[in-house]
């Protein structure tokens, strides 16, 4: 054996004893940072941008593996004959970029389904908008504007692409202004990230009643539900008793209601372990108020039955005896009808 291949050998045990490095976690399009997006955005050709359209071959449009919906709808066969027939009513929107290998080229921004369709109905060329995007921010918020305008994104595309815009640096006031809708309104899908995880698969799947046809609203009342075991319940419930969002608020008030209830009353119960009187470090003079003469006598007359009525009782132990005896007793010395025991102790210690 050479010296060559011995050193080779080496190598390659060397190595395989290298630990491989761990695959980076596909990051969802809702988490995607602009330093992960796998395009430059350039300036556009000057002929293009004095007209702001082009004619291209649809298969030469590049796409990115991020889109403005988490599930996005497949491309039907009835749109595909549509355009067969009619050819394409609305022109997407590309911009010009430069891939991470070096390749310039149109990339779509808005219209991914509608490029997938012309190319599938076999389409040379077709006619589309271009635009100059400047920033990964900018070019989530077009990708994602005429879907929302159109209302036809899901729930969960809704939470996905409001998620993308606040990971691109937007607050939640801009994206109130960016697509002209309430503070209420972006919560509300945003709601749905802090659902817990059982639930936010059946906004995801949107196969059951009410979550198909009512999710904003069912998602709207289940976020009220704090508890993470209560929710899924309600959740459930909500499924198999196909209820209609007003059914599932009213059923989720009257819960709410009486936790508020048991709440208060809870309160007002002194809790286990509590004390109700204060340590004697903790009680200045001022704190003490005497009680008049009429009310200290009812109180040594109180004690005297219940310790009476203690010895009396078959129940009574030695130990609740015992107690009756020393609050009677306790009382009759604070009086001064009774030596206390450190008087006892002296007058006797005097006696010897």
Not at 208 to 225: C, I, M, N, T, Y
Request: aromatic share 6%; net charge positive.
């Amino acid at each position: 054996m050479t010296t060559e291949n011995t050193e080779n050998k080496v190598e390659k045990k060397a190595k395989k004893a290298e630990p491989k490095p761990a695959k980076e976690p596909k990051a969802p399009a809702a988490a995607a940072p602009s330093g992960q997006f796998e395009y430059e955005f350039l300036p556009l050709p000057e002929a293009v941008a004095t007209v702001g359209h082009i004619r291209i071959d649809p298969k030469k449009i590049m796409v990115s593996k991020f889109d403005a919906r988490a599930q996005p709808a497949p491309v039907t066969d009835d749109l595909i004959a549509s355009i067969k027939e009619n050819g394409l009513i609305q022109d997407p929107l590309v911009t010009y970029a430069r891939s991470k290998s070096g390749e310039e080229g149109w990339l779509i921004v808005a219209g991914r389904r509608r490029r997938e369709a012309c190319q599938k109905a076999g389409l040379k060329e077709i006619s589309a908008k271009a635009v100059e995007i400047t920033s990964f921010k900018q070019y989530l918020i077009l990708a994602g504007e005429e879907n929302l305008k159109r209302q036809n994104m899901s729930p969960w595309d809704i939470y996905n692409y409001f998620t993308q815009l606040l990971g691109a640096g937007l607050k939640q006031s801009e994206i109130k202004e960016v697509f002209h809708v309430t503070d209420g309104y972006v919560s509300q899908y945003l709601a749905i990230g802090k659902l817990d995880e059982r639930v936010q698969k059946h906004v995801r799947a949107a196969a059951d009643e009410p979550f198909k046809s009512h999710a904003a609203s069912v998602v709207r009342e289940l976020k009220r539900v704090g508890d993470p075991e209560e929710q899924v319940a309600f959740a459930q419930k909500a499924i198999d008793e196909e209820l209609s969002p007003a059914a599932l608020k009213f059923i989720i008030e009257k819960w709410l209601n009486k936790q508020a209830q048991a709440a208060e009353e809870g309160e007002k119960k002194p809790k286990a372990g509590s004390r109700a009187v204060r340590l004697p470090e903790e009680i200045s003079t001022s704190d003490i108020k005497p009680l008049p003469k009429g009310d200290f006598a009812t109180l040594i007359n109180y004690a005297r039955a219940k310790h009476a009525k203690a010895k009396a009782s078959e129940k009574a132990t030695p130990e609740s005896l015992a107690y009756a005896r020393g609050v009677m007793d306790g009382l009759l010395q604070a009086a001064g009808l009774k030596e206390t025991p450190a008087a006892a102790a002296k007058s006797s210690s005097k006696e010897d």
